[in-house]
């Protein structure tokens, strides 16, 4: 493992570490050493060097190397048959591949046909009970199936005369999606530890309300974006109904502004009535300006945001449910390939014990052909369990992709709408600051009503004389 590049797969601060090893989303780094906690040592292009999380990154596929024959190895135990090559794992251990049947096996194999042969899956490299790629480990036990027995003596592998150890089964399938068995199941850090992320807690399904069908977590995640879309648009509704009411209130108030009512009122009273009465005109337009920016600043933005949201929820969906139907058949081949070995087991086992009672040639022959067609199945199954690997670690990825796609935009989206939220009740406090200042004058001339005055100017204006009458005398 020392000396592996990875890829960071999301960006990670530093600060759960005492020497954390910060950086951003796809840096390239050369892990340095490796711990048990599923930390790893590692040091940057620039030179930094830190521990991070295991599940922060990826580790990049070596090309296999070809191997080095050692001193004496290749030439006291003769050729390799036609067709096979030597090769070097990532790990150090030889393997050989056979570049006809595309066959991979740790044993060196030989010209003899038959020969038990160990298959080595190409994706050996696991990290915190994940491979390389981010797919769970399948560990293939005995009690699923038993395949070629790594030894020279005269059993068949599969025989039921080869003595089988009884292993707990380490993973189990769920909806032809493969988990760690409960009962050993490996320490798992979440790929976003503290965060509560999408990409950590939607794995599963589960049954929907009624308890009739079953909902895949993707589907969960999918309904809450519909969902958000559609109190979005409630949103604007709402909104587009305040309006509605701040044009009607604006109309009115206009109307009643010139309303001819209490007119003939005169002096420092009729100046405050009619300033009265222009506030409200004044107060109208204010709730007219106040309704045409609901409408621009926050109705049509709560309209328009993701117009396309819907659409693009159908292709994620979409994508997301071909992957799993693709899985869903690499996981049939599986059981096939398991049920067909199983039959050349059976095979197997029968042609043996014809052996055990009567000793031919014709005999011998047919549990060679058996044990060939045994090992070819067996091999079968290796091909058909790593494309299912292959097709559930491209699943996860993808999954993990788009899950945290979904989180950013349900982030963007409630950020979105509280802006918008915030403008109006911003708008609002502007809008009552308006309305104060329209009746600021109106105070101001309230607080100058003077009686005493008003009778003065009235008088002056109206008098009709200040002679008073006087007794008559005779």
């Avoid at 024959?69 to 090559?85: I, R, V, Y």
């Avoid at 790929?191 to 079953?214: H, M, R, V």
């Avoid at 045409?292 to 997301?320: A, G």
Wanted: hydrophobic share 30%; glycine share 6%; with cysteine.
């Amino acid at each position: 493992m020392s000396g592996s590049r990875c890829q960071t797969l999301y960006p990670f601060s530093g600060e759960r570490h005492r020497q954390g090893l910060r950086f951003a989303a796809g840096e390239l780094i050369t892990v340095l050493q490796v711990s048990d906690g599923g930390w790893w040592e590692g040091q940057k292009e620039d030179g930094l060097r830190g521990w991070f999380p295991a599940s922060y990154v990826q580790l990049l596929e070596q090309k296999p190397r070809k191997a080095t024959p050692q001193t004496g190895e290749d030439t006291l135990n003769g050729h390799l048959p036609p067709g096979w090559q030597s090769y070097m794992s990532p790990q150090g251990r030889r393997y050989y591949v056979n570049t006809f049947t595309n066959e991979t096996t740790w044993e060196r194999p030989s010209s003899v046909p038959g020969t038990p042969k160990s298959p080595v899956s190409q994706k050996s490299s696991a990290v915190n009970g994940y491979h390389i790629a981010g797919t769970p480990v399948h560990q293939l036990d005995s009690g699923h199936m038993s395949l070629r027995k790594a030894s020279g003596d005269q059993q068949s592998p599969g025989s039921p005369a080869a003595p089988r150890r009884q292993s707990k089964e380490s993973s189990l399938t769920i909806n032809c999606v493969t988990f760690p068995h409960p009962d050993v199941m490996p320490e798992q850090q979440l790929l976003k530890p503290s965060e509560w992320s999408y990409c950590d807690y939607f794995w599963a399904d589960k049954k929907d309300s009624q308890g009739n069908n079953t909902v895949s977590g993707f589907e969960i995640l999918l309904q809450k974006q519909l969902k958000g879309k559609q109190m979005q648009k409630e949103m604007a509704e709402f909104v587009r109904e305040r309006i509605k009411i701040e044009e009607e209130y604006a109309k009115n108030l206009s109307k009643l502004s010139q309303n001819s009512l209490a007119a003939q009122e005169e002096g420092t009273l009729g100046e405050a009535w009619a300033q009265l009465k222009k506030s409200l005109a004044d107060e109208a337009e204010v709730h007219l300006k106040f309704s045409s920016k609901l409408q621009s600043e926050v109705e049509k933005p709560l309209l328009n945001f993701r117009e396309n949201f819907k659409k693009d929820m159908k292709k994620c969906d979409h994508h997301i449910a071909d992957l799993r139907k693709q899985l869903a058949s690499r996981y049939a081949a599986v059981e096939k390939a398991r049920k067909a070995l199983t039959e050349r087991q059976k095979d197997l086992e029968m042609k043996t014990q014809q052996l055990e009672v009567k000793l031919s040639n014709k005999t011998e022959e047919e549990i060679k052909k058996a044990r060939r067609k045994s090992t070819q199945a067996g091999d079968d199954l290796m091909r058909c369990v790593d494309l299912y690997n292959q097709a559930q670690s491209k699943w996860f990825e993808e999954m993990v992709t788009t899950t945290l796609e979904l989180e950013r935009l349900e982030v963007e989206r409630v950020e979105m709408i509280r802006q918008h939220l915030c403008q109006y009740t911003q708008l609002r406090h502007e809008t009552d600051m308006f309305n104060q200042s329209t009746v600021e004058l109106v105070d101001q001339l309230l607080r100058k009503v003077d009686p005493a005055k008003d009778r003065e100017l009235w008088v002056k204006e109206h008098k009709t004389g200040d002679i008073r009458p006087v007794d008559m005398e005779i």
